[in-house]
């Protein structure tokens, strides 16, 4: 069974900073993919960033040069700097192991001008 751990998030005011981390956990569980999603209200959920194994790294135009993700084996981070109103969502974690994947249950990103 996986377990999928979220934490960090919360309310900053505009230009400031948030870290999000992920754990993935379970018996031998190493994921392929790690990622991190965000859905804000009316909106469809949005790839942000996400990391493979081999540390390779995407992102979303709308967030390059101020986020970055980075991972420690089942572990992601997100690293959130000029946080602007537009990033205010609820931020999911993926994790992918071949054609399984598994998400977070969300937590809020709220940043205010």
């Known amino acids: 069974q996986v377990h999928i751990m979220e934490s960090g998030g919360g309310s900053v005011q505009a230009g400031g900073s948030l870290r999000l981390s992920c754990e993935a956990s379970g018996r031998g569980f190493l994921p392929n993919i790690m990622a991190w999603y965000r859905q804000a209200p009316a909106k469809q959920r949005e790839l942000v960033a996400s990391?493979?194994?081999?540390?390779s790294t995407r992102y979303a135009d709308s967030v390059k040069g101020r986020f970055t993700i980075t991972r420690d084996s089942g572990t992601v981070h997100l690293q959130m700097n000029s946080l602007k109103p537009e990033d205010t969502a609820v931020y999911y974690c993926?994790?992918?192991?071949?054609?399984?994947?598994?998400w977070g249950q969300g937590t809020q990103v709220t940043v205010s001008s």
């Open positions: 993926n994790v992918m192991r071949g054609r399984d994947q598994y």
């Open positions: 990391i493979d194994r081999g540390r």
